[in-house]
């Protein structure tokens, strides 16, 4: 189905005196604009009015282009939840999963998406990521930051994640949690610290002689890195999972134990962590190592691109609804600039849709 064919099944709420504008049309206008780097409701009213005949190559735009004001009205009277689930069924219809796909799960808080209650009441959104990919497969509001878990929980329920690796931090090391993913029959690699007090000590202490030993008598693998006037080596170990019998029981779906060193050097100075995972993976280093890796691309390759490339923290829109909305659309675009064969920064795609028609059209329709 194309994009087109999957707004259609959107229903329409306004009544029949209200629909001067067809909804699949702003929603096209909205969707296109922000592809071309527009961050608010007067500016897309502009790239509208200044692209109309480019619209009008794609769809009807019998009355023209609608006021930001009437934009932003029509936006807000569509269901999010439908909204949600049509665009991410057209935007990642050609994704190619791999056979193993590592799917990031992780929160973000809009800071600028303010309501009149103050910066409290931020819009907090949950993210699944496809760190294979580099697109993001879903989102989920929260009512407030503190509701992450549960919204995580319900996230899961709408994602195929049958056969991948879901990584995690340590506010989700969740007995709940880590069942589902299991019953859905994927795999888990989940952070553990201080929530969890007695699962990570004993991880520490079933890891404890292998550090009296430096570490070589068990698998691991290290990897080096450098940038930004930073050097750092990862290496990442892995035992099988044998925890005290009381923990066993309350965590039965662990299969393997993982710790992560991080030696690190800036401006001279070195500094050594140690992190560590619980996951139901047997004994695989690499792809452990991977899956901990990888998690870190929800921030680098959605958070950061987010803020930097759409401005996402900058936004003023005070209406959750909306803001939920134009947070929706962002990922959207995000996704169709990650999908597009050209080999250039996501800013660049941004630039050239702003100033190419037929480029912008290859976004959309390939």
């Known amino acids: 189905m194309s994009l087109f ?10 009544s029949h005196i209200n629909l001067n504008h067809d909804l699949v049309d702003i929603i096209f206008l909205v969707l296109a ?11 897309i009213e502009e790239f509208g009015q200044e692209n109309l005949s480019w619209l009008r190559k ?5 009355n023209g282009i609608p006021t930001r004001h009437s934009i932003a009205r029509i936006i807000k009277v569509i269901d999010t939840e439908i909204l949600v689930m049509t665009l991410f069924s057209w935007a990642n219809r050609l994704r190619e999963a791999s056979s193993k796909p590592l799917i990031a799960i992780d929160g973000k808080t809009l800071r600028g998406a303010v309501n009149q209650h103050g910066a409290n009441n931020a819009l907090h959104l949950v993210s699944a990521f496809d760190t294979e ?32 690796v879901v990584t995690f931090d340590a506010l989700h090391c969740q007995r709940e949690t880590l069942q589902q993913i299991i019953k859905a029959k994927g795999d888990y690699v989940v952070q553990v610290k201080g929530n969890q007090p007695l699962l990570r000590q004993a991880i520490e202490m079933q890891f404890q002689p292998h550090w009296d030993n430096d570490g070589v008598d068990i698998l691991s693998i290290e990897e080096d890195d ?8 990862r290496t990442t170990f892995q035992i099988s999972a044998k925890l005290p019998q009381a923990l066993a029981k309350k965590w039965p779906s662990a299969k393997s134990l993982i710790a992560v060193e991080r030696q690190r050097t800036c401006k001279g100075i070195t500094t050594i962590s140690t992190d560590y995972y619980l996951s139901s993976l047997p004994l695989d280093i ?7 890796r990888q998690h870190w691309h929800i921030e680098n390759q959605q958070h950061w691109v987010l803020d930097v490339t759409f401005r996402e923290d900058c936004s003023r829109i005070g209406d959750h609804e909306n803001a939920k909305k134009m947070a929706l659309f962002r990922r959207i675009v995000l996704n169709l600039l990650e999908q597009h064969p050209l080999k250039a920064s996501k800013p660049i795609k941004i630039r050239k849709a702003a100033w190419n028609g037929d480029f912008r059209s290859e976004i959309f329709f390939g």
């Not at 707004?7 to 329409?12: F, N, P, T, V």
């Not at 794609?58 to 019998?62: G, M, T, V």
């Not at 509001?141 to 709408?158: C, F, P, R, S, Y």
């Not at 450098?226 to 080596?233: F, I, Q």
Request: aromatic share 4%; hydrophobic share 35%; with cysteine.
């Open 5 to 14: 064919e999957h707004l259609k099944l959107i229903e329409d709420p306004r």
């Open 58 to 62: 794609h769809r009807d735009f019998d």
């Open 33 to 43: 604009a922000i592809a071309s780097g527009c961050d608010g409701w007067q500016a």
């Open 286 to 292: 690499k792809l452990a190592a991977k899956a901990v």
């Open 133 to 164: 990919q580099g697109i993001v497969l879903y989102q989920q509001d929260t009512q407030t930051k503190g509701n992450e878990i549960a919204t995580v929980q319900a996230l899961l329920h709408m994602l195929d994640i049958k056969n991948a």
């Open 226 to 233: 450098k940038g930004h006037g930073r050097k750092e080596r």
